[in-house]
């Protein structure tokens, strides 16, 4: 049972355009919402988290909206860039519980120069 | 300053035999944990530790132990390895909400 889903599993975006990965969750205890970035032959890397009590958080051209009736959160990067290809996972855990994480699948983005 | 420090980054078993996968960290973090990456279905937590001394499972724990005498070690043994266990794995520690990785074990098992 995926406790995080995540879609969609492949993006491909243009130069400069939105890039939007959505994540549900079903397990309410979780109370921390991370987004992973990871390149190829490395580890994740935290890009951006938010907590429930509040809706979006923006840090640069990265956004995390948050919907907690619906359970759902979504990320989006503005004005990509081809740098900006690599696999993103959402997570979920309890806060301060970052060494038991539930991630989602992961989505490939790549961006067309 | 190394963060996480996993070796080897590849390997080759057989089934049947063992082996452990060595993870090291510098940064004094108390919480570690193992995960496992396989296509589309992400990171799944294999074992966590909170400190020396202290384990628990997570939600793939069959076929692989693990100990934490150190707060800088947390090896992840597989006593007999199976096809099933080909993955990429990830040891990660982490300090309050963030968990920093390692850059991965690619373990192919024949």
């Known amino acids: 049972q995926q406790q995080v889903k995540q879609s969609p599993q492949s993006l491909i975006v243009q130069k400069g355009g939105i890039s939007i990965i959505n994540c549900a969750y079903e397990n309410t205890a979780f109370d921390y919402f991370p987004w992973y970035q990871q390149f190829p032959g490395k580890g994740p890397a935290l890009l951006i988290a938010i907590r429930p009590d509040v809706s979006e958080k923006k840090e640069g051209r990265f956004t995390i909206s948050f919907n907690k009736s619906a359970k759902q959160f979504s990320l989006h990067i503005m004005d990509s860039q081809p740098g900006d290809s690599a696999t993103y996972f959402c997570a979920a855990s309890p806060l301060q519980g970052a060494q038991k994480l539930v991630f989602g699948q992961g989505t490939r983005l790549t961006i067309n120069p | ?110």
């Open chain 2, 1 to 110: 300053n190394a963060g996480v420090t996993q070796t080897p980054k590849f390997q080759v078993l057989k089934t049947g035999q063992s082996m452990t996968l060595q993870c090291a960290q510098d940064m004094n973090h108390e919480y570690m944990s193992w995960y496992r990456q396989d296509p589309g279905m992400g990171l799944r937590l294999i074992h966590y530790s909170v400190g020396a001394g202290i384990t628990d499972q997570g939600e793939v724990p069959n076929g692989y132990n693990v100990s934490r005498s150190t707060t800088e070690d947390f090896p992840l043994r597989l006593l007999s390895a199976a096809p099933s266990q080909t993955s990429v794995y990830f040891c990660a520690s982490s300090y309050l909400s963030e968990a920093f990785f390692g850059q991965g074990t690619r373990l192919t098992v024949v």
